[in-house]
């Protein structure tokens, strides 16, 4: 099973919408193995964000993202990174496709309602970035052979 980081921006929170779009991952059957709320600083998002530090957007970035707290969110799931990135649509939201996250929610390249991991590799490290090990809970998924075929788990 691949794990894969979940970011719930502050401008989704401020709207109301944090609930709906948690509920669309557990919809697909991705499970939340970590949740934490927090406020991010300048210093945090200068290394999650420092492919993007050169773009004149960035300091526009960084407020958005430091206006209200995030949702830091771990889903579990079988090839979750992908899956989980692809729920989400294209960055720029006016390009996403209806249907995807961004496609339903905003019109926005920057306001794009979630963060998420774009590799196994990134994920890994991103979520080292924002949890420790005891945030993870193990718990049991009954529903799992509803979910997936035997050789998918
Ligand atoms: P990026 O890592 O390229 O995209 P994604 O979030 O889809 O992985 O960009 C990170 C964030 O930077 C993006 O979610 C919103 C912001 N951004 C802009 O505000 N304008 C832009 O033109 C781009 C490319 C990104």
Known sequence: MERTLV???PGTLQRGLAGEIISRFEKRGLKLV????KQLDQKILD??????KEKPFFP?????MMAAPVILCCWEGFEAVKVVREMA?????????PGTIRGDY???AQENIVHTSDSLENA?????RFFTPEDYCDYPSP??????APDEK
């Open 106 to 108: 905003s019109m926005s």
């Open 7 to 9: 970011i719930i921006k």
């Open 89 to 97: 649509g294209a960055t720029n939201a006016r390009k996403a496709v």
């Open 143 to 148: 529903l799992n052979s509803y979910l997936y």
């Open 34 to 37: 970590a949740m934490k709320m």
């Open 60 to 64: 526009w970035l960084c407020d958005g």
């Open 47 to 52: 290394v999650h964000y420092a492919h993007l």
């Open 124 to 128: 890994a490290i991103e979520l080292d």
